[in-house]
């Protein structure tokens, strides 16, 4: 049993020299190799970066060059295949031709009485050095070695000395020998060579190619290189430019130094750019516009509100406070139409066309009106029928809506708004939005669906965005849109006989499917 407490016994080995245990050597080697293993990934990432663009697209320089490179060769291997082929092919007819002619040679330089000297002596004899030391030959006359090459062997080339061409191993050695005769002299002449110095031939011209072929590379290699980074310096002066633009600028990039195969891209960036800061302009007005169109209303609110305040009877203050309901009202309207305005021209590159019933989305808009018209005392009438066309629902909604606005707050108190959904014989679809308001002056129809545009004495202060939301929707759909007189007033309105307002949308037919 071990005691807990102070002991006598002392500790039989110090920690500081302690052999470390096995499990602990597994550690030390696992530490290690992890380290071994993020040396190694950080090479490769340094490795690949060389080789790789910013984005994780591999470098066009280096793409090309590498390309070029393997293809020219490839075509050097196969041609150089093709090469070794044909010659593995004639080598042996080359070696033919070659020994003949020397043999003919080394017989036609031959002098007269050769056959007289005395035989082959090697340890007396003068041996004369042959001009090609690859071959070997022996001049024979009457049986005896009287000239021959350094490396030529003791023995006949070829013992039967039959004219012609043979094949003879001598000492372990493959020959190729022809040997040709002068019977009027009385001379042999054999001429031979090695299998193993044909070979050794044929490789070196193959070595030689081969260097010839690197060098070639390496040279084509870094023209390549040179010549496509210089190419590209336009694209890499087209970066510079761009990293060194304010955020906003977006003036078209210059084209004019730029490769052909690079046009296309550049040109269709700068229609981006171009399209972009149509947007950011269109947004900048339509930000200045609508700051312009809520900061009346807001002084309005503000203003009735301050009057509530200030009211020292329950009848101001409430009559005060009716005022900063309308307000409100108007403000919340504006602020309706100029979320649909951006609606609409966020979405303007995404309309979903689908087939629709025309009809039965004005039944729903008009009950929207329903409280509306009541406290007004107005009256809305419906005359449609099936109205079958291609369109967007979420942007016809806003078409309806906002005619069937326009007519009921300028239709006025006790007032008439008609709403007419008809379907031509050719399949165009006629809408009609008409009340019995003041109207519109000739001269005013032109202008009256630009935007933020109040026709002069207006009874209801409106936004001037509503009509032209509706037009900008028409023209998407394609239809035509126009303006008229609308219902007539009799002679007891307190305003008097006359003619309303009607705004008159024509939708193209839908394509019938088959």
């Known amino acids: 049993m071990s005691a807990i407490g102070g002991g006598d016994t002392p500790a039989s080995n110090d920690a500081d020299t302690r052999a470390p245990s096995a499990s602990e050597h597994e550690e030390s080697w696992r530490a290690r190799w992890c380290e071994l293993d993020a040396r190694h990934r950080a090479w490769h990432e340094r490795h690949n970066a060389r080789h790789h663009s910013f984005d994780g697209g591999r470098s066009l320089r280096w793409t090309l060059t590498w390309v070029l490179l393997k293809t020219v060769l490839l075509a050097w291997f196969v041609w150089l295949a093709c090469q070794v082929w044909q010659l593995s092919r004639e080598h042996s007819g080359m070696l033919d031709n070659s020994l003949r002619e020397i043999a003919e040679q080394v017989l036609a330089s031959m002098p007269e009485g050769l056959e007289r000297l005395p035989s082959r002596d090697p340890k007396r004899a003068t041996v ?43 000492d372990g050695e493959r020959w190729q020998v022809y040997t040709l005769s002068d019977a009027r002299r009385g001379l042999i002449v054999q001429v031979g060579r090695t299998k193993r110095m044909a070979i050794k031939e044929l490789q070196g011209w193959i070595v030689g190619s081969l260097l010839a072929a690197a060098l070639i590379l390496v040279l084509f290699g870094l023209a390549t290189w040179k010549v496509i980074g210089m190419s590209l310096r336009p694209i890499t002066a087209l ?102 305005l951006a609606r609409l021209d966020a979405g303007a590159e995404t309309v979903r066309l689908a087939p629709l019933d025309l009809s039965d989305l004005i039944v729903l808009v008009i009950r929207d009106f ?24 979420d942007q016809l909604g806003i078409l309806l809506r906002n005619l069937i606005d326009n007519a009921v707050r300028h239709a006025g108190a006790d007032g008439q708004v008609a709403v007419a959904c008809t379907a031509e014989a050719d399949g165009t679809v006629v809408l009609r939005v008409a009340d019995n308001g003041i109207g519109v002056a000739p001269e005013d129809c032109e202008r009256i669906f630009d935007r933020f545009y109040r026709a002069p004495g207006s009874p209801e202060g409106g936004s001037g965005i509503g009509l032209s939301l509706v037009a900008r929707i028409a023209q998407t759909h394609g239809a035509k849109i126009e303006c008229g007189l609308g219902l007539e007033r009799g002679a007891e309105d307190p305003r008097g006989p006359g003619r309303g307002f009607e705004v008159c949308v024509r939708f193209p037919a839908a394509p019938v499917v088959a």
């Not at 050095?129 to 001049?139: P, R, T, Y």
């Open 239 to 340: 970066r510079d430019t761009l990293k060194g633009r304010p955020p906003l600028d977006l003036t078209p990039l210059p084209t004019q130094a730029l490769p052909a195969e690079f046009r296309p891209l550049v040109d269709a960036f700068n229609d981006q750019l171009e399209r972009v800061d149509a947007a950011v302009q269109h947004e900048r007005r339509f930000i200045s516009d609508a700051a312009h169109e809520l900061r009346t209303p807001l002084a309005v609110l503000s203003t009735h509100a301050e009057l509530a305040l200030r009211a020292t009877t329950l009848e101001e203050k409430n009559a005060a406070l009716l005022r900063l309901n309308a307000g409100v009202q108007r403000s919340a309207r504006l602020s309706e139409q100029l979320l649909d």
């Open 370 to 393: 329903e409280t509306l018209a009541r406290e007004r005392r107005q009256r809305i009438s419906l005359r449609a029928g099936p109205a079958r066309l291609l369109g967007d629902v």
């Open 128 to 170: 004369p050095v042959s001009a090609d030391q690859k071959m070997s030959f022996q001049v024979w006359a009457q049986g005896r070695n009287v000239v021959y090459s350094a490396a030529a062997p003791l023995q006949p080339l070829n013992p039967a000395f039959k004219d012609g061409f043979a094949r003879r191993m001598i």
